[in-house]
T-cell receptor, first 115, second 114 residues
Framework: DADVTQTPRNRITKTGKRIMLECSQT?????MYWYRQDPGLGLRLIYY???????NKGEISDGYSVSRQAQAKFSLSLESAIPNQTALYFC??????????????FGSGTRLTVV | QQQVKQSPQSLIVQKGGISIINCAYE??????FPWYQQFPGKGPALLIA?????SEKKEGRFTISFNKSAKQFSLHIMDSQPGDSATYFC?????????????FGAGTILRVKS
């Protein structure tokens, strides 16, 4: 099983619908992140969580919300999806105990299409 | 606004050649500079990283060169192989009141022709 699992892998949804992307990890890492990947723009941070009670906005949080249900679970919601939210979404984790602040573990991504 | 500017956007190299990807930054508070490699259908994976007090780091065929005064760093892939074909992201970490964060460049799509 993958260390960081994202579901679904692919999703097509209609404009205005609410959708949730889920992420779970078995690495025991304390920090979790949601990134969005667009061609030519790289990976941009949407939200991040340093522990269950800590949620912080990233650089492009408008239109998104998150929930850290447990140390191992971090979900991303689009309350009312719009076409420009069509992108590849990645969940990532990191572990403060290692001191390797740049070493993130990424899931395989969710390809979301909003029509 | 990209905090780390990466070039080129795409690169084609012959098998056995050297692939070079460049990145530049402005924020002197960045404290680590990693590179990530992403294959199609997969998430990015850490490839190699360097601290700003080191000018070069080599791991196998992959080398990071770092120029602190110019605020530039680059990834060199020696003896490039078709299996190196992937998207490469440079990145940088910085610390604020909320902890460390990682910011990425726009990515370079590398294709190694056999």
């Amino acid at each position: 099983d993958a260390d960081v699992t994202q579901t679904p892998r692919n999703r097509i949804t209609k404009t205005g619908k609410r959708i949730m992307l889920e992420c779970s990890q078995t690495k025991g890492h304390d920090r979790m992140y949601w990134y969005r990947q667009d061609p030519g723009l790289g990976l941009r941070l949407i939200y991040y969580s340093f522990d269950v009670k800590d949620i912080n906005k990233g650089e492009i949080s408008d239109g998104y919300s998150v929930s850290r249900q447990a140390q191992a679970k971090f979900s991303l919601s689009l309350e009312s999806a719009i076409p420009n939210q069509t992108a590849l979404y990645f969940c990532a984790t990191s572990d403060t105990r290692t001191g390797m602040v740049y070493g993130y573990t990424f899931g395989s991504g969710t390809r979301l299409t909003v029509v | 606004q990209q905090q780390v500017k990466q070039s080129p956007q795409s690169l084609i190299v012959q098998k056995g050649g050297i692939s070079i990807i460049n990145c530049a930054y402005e924020n002197t508070a960045f404290d680590y500079f990693p590179w990530y490699q992403q294959f199609p259908g997969k998430g990015p994976a850490l490839l190699i990283a360097i601290r700003p007090d080191v000018s070069e780091k080599k791991e196998g065929r992959f080398t990071i060169s770092f120029n602190k005064s110019a605020k530039q760093f680059s990834l060199h892939i020696m003896d490039s192989q078709p299996g190196d074909s992937a998207t490469y992201f440079c990145a940088a970490t910085f610390r604020n009141q909320y902890g460390n964060k990682l910011v990425f460049g726009a990515g370079t799509i590398l294709r190694v022709k056999s």
